[in-house]
Structure formats: structure tokens, C-alpha cells
């Protein structure tokens, strides 16, 4: 694949790179994709510093190749960004004003800054305090979305107003969606849901059979599952919220060995270690769910997803 401004920024192989889905992106996912050329990312949400070093230490025994790692603005913690900075090639934020204290912090570690924003007024902010690279995040996507237009009319904004590579999100699901988003500007793409099918992701049983039965129309914008995170819309299967509304109890179920509870409504998706009502909580699904048709390895899918590219 030849070297494009996101690829030789960032010293992968190919312009893609996974989402850092919080719960669900482990460090085996992100070495995986990592080493299959492309960007593989770790989700931090508010995990403490001590946490972030396990994870990156996890990731490393795995793979020597360049890797990110995603913090959520709300709960991020800056000692926990000091630890990454110096270990990961990406510092990525999300979901909350551009922070030029924070850009700075990354950036004295060593590590490329990006910002995924969902407005031509967010891109600005974010390119005024020095980050290296921006993700426009359309509200297609999985997750917890930031803005509210369709990502073909965002990236044409942001891409007017960025002097930095620009990474297109979204509804991104196939190589056709790979190509067409190169085509239209973007450096590279940045594809989340297909993620959640890949083997060394951390979803639960009855999650992934869900998204492999969903096609486009089965997802919804809402902010059902507020509990710690109020007032932040989020892309979920349409079955989950309505399963949550209908579920009295406080708390839906556990996670892990002996059992961390788990709030109804809560923003965790259910992972492999979940037990209780797991079709009642957050099951993150962006519209190019229908392409989640089975559980393949993640360098299965970085290849699929870059085969319509030219060498």
C-alpha cells in the first residue's frame, strides 16, 4: 500500500484504523489489527494510570507494531494520559472540547495527538490547539456519537477547514466503504462495529448474535443508557433499549469474578465475562452492522477492508 499523510504520520501499513471501544477493544484486538497493518487502539474511558500501564504492557507482549489509545473526555484522567503518551504512537480524545493542556501533555510524550469531533466548529477548535490529526465521526456510527449529520456532509466540512489528515468514522463496514471514503478526501477510516466480530474482541455470546442477526434499520440514536454519562447519545440495537425500559430491576447484571454490578442502564457493554440480563444493556451497534455476519480473526478483517486498495 502506498504511504499516505495518515499512514506515514503514524507508521502503520494501511490508512485504517479500529475503533477504541471501550470494554470491548482488549489489547489483544489492538496488537492484532496493529500487526496487520494497520492502527489497532486500546479504549481507557476513566481507567486509573496504573491501569492504562497494564494494558499497554498486555499490548506490547503482543506486538512491537504502532498501537493508540483512546480517552473520553468526561472521565479522562492526566496521569493516565502521561503513562500512554510515552508508550503508544496515537492519543486520541473524544466527547468534550478540544484541550490544549491535554494536546500538550501527549505531546510532550511523544505521541501523535488526534481528536474525533462531530462538527465543522469542533474540527476548527481542535486544529487551533495543535492536534496531528482529526477523526470526523458521523452520526452513523456505534457508540457514542458526538454529532448530528450523516459522516459524507461532515467530512466534506472538516476536510475545508482541517490542515491536518482527516480520518473519516462512521458506518463504515466493507472494503467498497474503505475505498469510497479515500475517494471522497479522507486519509484513512476509522471502522468500529466490524471490530466487535473479531475474535480477540471482548463482547458476550448473546452481544455478538445480536449484531450478526441486525441489519441498518435495527439500530437507534438514544441516551437510554445515561447511568454515569447523562445527556450523551449513543448508537445501541433497537432490541437493547427496549428490553432496558422494560427491565425494573436496578441492576441488570455483573461483570467478572466475584461480580461488579451492573447498573440498568448502564453505558458497559456486556463482555465474555458478563452475567444477567445481557440483552438489556448497552449492545453499541453502528448502521454498518449488517456486515457483521460472523466471528473472524481481526487480520481476517483488516484484510478484507483494505483489499479494494491499490498496491
Known sequence: MSTNEFTALVSCRYPLQQAGMGG??????????????????????GIPADAVADLLNRAGALTSAPIGINFLMPFVDPASVEVAAERVRVVEFF?????????????????????????????????????????????????????????????????????????????????????????????????????????????????????????PEDTVLTTTFSVFWPDAPHRVLRSCVEAAESLADPVAGYEGDPGRPIPTRSPSPPGRATTGQVAAMALYAGQSVGRVRRVEPAAAIVRELVSKLSD
Do not use: K
Open 24 to 45: 470491548s477493544a482488549t489489547p489483544e484486538l489492538a496488537a492484532a489489527v496493529s500487526e496487520a497493518g494497520a492502527l489497532g487502539m486500546l479504549g481507557a474511558g
Open 95 to 215: 466527547y468534550g472540547e478540544p484541550d490544549a493542556g491535554l494536546v500538550e501533555r501527549a505531546h510532550r510524550g511523544g505521541a501523535v495527538v488526534s481528536w474525533q469531533v462531530g462538527s465543522r466548529r469542533e474540527a476548527q477548535a481542535a486544529v487551533a490547539v495543535g492536534v496531528d490529526l482529526l477523526v470526523a465521526q458521523g452520526v452513523e456510527a456505534g457508540g457514542h456519537v458526538r454529532g448530528e449529520v450523516g459522516l459524507v456532509a461532515l467530512l466534506d466540512e472538516v476536510l475545508e477547514v482541517a490542515d491536518v489528515p482527516v480520518l473519516a468514522a462512521g458506518g463504515i463496514a466493507s472494503a467498497e466503504a474503505v475505498a469510497g471514503v479515500l475517494a471522497a478526501g479522507a486519509a484513512g477510516a476509522r471502522v468500529g462495529t466490524r471490530f466487535l466480530a473479531a475474535a480477540e474482541a471482548n463482547i458476550h455470546p448473546a452481544y455478538l448474535e445480536a449484531l450478526v442477526a441486525a441489519g
